[in-house]
């Protein structure tokens, strides 16, 4: 039957390490913690061309779906289903800083990369509509 050691390897590496100065914790130019307003910017979404292909990048990347242009329909294609829309909203409103709520959904406005592209840039980046 196997015991286990007295003292793990980690625990003797742990006692005999080096010891930190308290105060080198301390320092305060070695925590660099940004402002609380810059975490909470939101991002200006201004070019459809250039939001269209943020959305591309969304589909690929987070969702795992190739989309073959960015007017293909996503529904009849079979790339957006109920549970695909869903994180699609979570990441826009993560990649957009953007609010969309889902009783306020249009599904016209998310047949193609375009029509998600120019919801995004209505809405303005900041969930409020021009």
């Known amino acids: 039957m ?7 390897e980690l625990a003797t590496n742990w006692r005999t390490a080096p010891r930190t100065d308290p ?3 301390l320092r305060k130019s070695e925590w660099r913690i940004p402002p609380y307003s810059s975490l909470l910017e939101t991002k200006k979404v201004d070019d459809p061309k250039t939001v269209a292909n943020r959305v591309a990048e969304i ?3 987070n969702l795992h779906v190739e989309v073959p242009s960015h007017d293909s329909d996503l529904f009849t ?3 957006l289903d109920s549970l ?11 990649q957009f800083g953007i609010q969309i709520s889902l009783g306020d959904i249009d599904l016209e406005n998310f047949r193609s990369i375009d ?3 120019l919801l995004l840039v209505h809405q303005n980046g900041n969930g409020a509509e021009d």
């Open 77 to 79: 294609a079979g790339i």
């Open 23 to 25: 105060q080198d914790l």
């Open 59 to 61: 589909f690929s990347q």
């Open 2 to 8: 196997w015991t286990p050691p007295k003292y793990s």
């Open 115 to 117: 029509c998600i592209a």
């Open 84 to 94: 695909q829309l869903v994180e699609l909203l979570f990441q826009l409103e993560e």
